[in-house]
């Protein structure tokens, strides 16, 4: 019941809080120089009043900023978010076809990131001070430092150009078709369609842009992870465990990891969030058609609606990420209240 009630809560929250956003971004892209008008239309179209016009009532640019927002706001309680100026899409379309690609990049990139950051920073303390240790620490700092593009152009040309051992840019290689859309994860609806070999290529195709994404996150994991799990180390009450003889291996899985991965939740829900956000750059060099690449599209045509979608989209996905942290705080410690 406890439970229910603060899930409850943070649903009203996050909808005055999307709300603010859509205030917010709306207030913000009004203030961004430059005329969607100009951005779209040819200079022979722009030459023509009749045609900037009916361009501008098209799209409610003729109308005063005050009754564009009220109706935005209008709009976006009727769950529509508008049309793109630059596809000339809905917006609502638009996402729906660019996030499950950012989706399951990210969902596969904070996977490694979890699981490679975890396993390092229990290896990390385990092994304080050693060589081991030093390692770990070298390829964590690496991770956090090194920039995202200059990694991917790096491993595109090693793994790709080079070596021909992993495919290039796309979700696809050229021999396959998409497979029909389901969830709009090529990965599951390949598998769905009852093709394993599209499947597996899907799968390879995630995999150099994904560990370039993940190695950022998977550095604050690794630090974090060492950190909170030295400091539950010196407690108390992991000393009395030592004392009653327990494994090195039993007092870290049943005693101390717990509770040391409380903050390691937190960041591996922010970083989920960045990742959905989208990369731009990682997106552009491997030519992966998400949220990043539409975002940034947008934003070189002033596309307006499409600019708030794109910001709605990422608050809510932080909104939820933050929730579920929240309550996997209290399934991992029952002795965290969720209020």
């Known amino acids: 019941m406890e439970r229910l009630k603060f899930i409850l809560k943070r649903l009203g929250y996050l909808v005055v809080m999307l709300f603010g956003v859509a205030t917010l971004v709306f207030i913000l892209t009004k203030m961004i120089p430059g005329d969607p008008t100009v951005a779209n239309l040819s200079q022979r179209a722009l030459n023509d009043p009749e045609v900037v016009a009916a361009f501008r009532a098209k799209y409610g640019l003729d109308k005063p900023v005050l009754v564009q927002y009220f109706y935005y706001i209008g709009n976006l309680l009727h769950f529509d978010l508008g049309t793109s100026i630059r596809t000339n899409n ?44 030093q390692i770990v ?46 969830t709009g994860l090529f990965v599951l609806d390949s598998l769905l369609e009852g093709n394993p070999a599209k499947a597996w290529d899907a799968f390879r195709h995630l995999i150099l842009p994904g560990f370039v994404l993940a190695a950022f996150t998977m550095g604050l994991i690794t630090r974090t992870t060492r950190s909170n799990l030295l400091d539950v180390m010196s407690t108390d009450y992991i000393r009395t465990a030592k004392a009653k003889g327990l494994s090195r291996r039993r007092l870290i899985r049943k005693h101390a990891l717990g509770n040391a991965l409380i903050p390691v939740l937190t960041v591996i829900g922010l970083g989920l969030g960045n990742l959905l956000g989208g990369m731009v750059l990682v997106e552009t060099i491997f030519n992966w058609p998400g949220v990043g690449q539409f975002a940034y599209e947008s934003v070189l045509s002033n596309d307006y609606p499409a600019i708030i979608g794109v910001a709605l989209l990422i608050a809510l996905n932080y909104m939820i990420i933050n929730t579920i942290v929240d309550i996997l705080y209290g399934i991992i410690d029952p002795r965290v209240r969720l209020q």
């Open 90 to 133: 809905s917006v609502l379309s638009e996402l729906n076809r660019c996030f499950p690609a950012t989706f399951e990049l990210a969902l596969f990139a904070i996977i490694v990131a979890a699981v490679l950051g975890i396993l390092f920073g229990i290896i990390s303390a385990t092994h304080r001070n050693s060589a081991g240790d």
């Open 137 to 182: 620490r070298a390829i964590s700092v690496t991770g956090v430092s090194i920039p995202s593009f200059w990694f991917a152009l790096i491993v595109l040309y090693f793994f790709y150009y080079k070596l021909h051992i992993m495919p290039g840019p796309g979700r696809l290689s050229n021999t396959f078709a998409e497979p029909a859309h389901v």
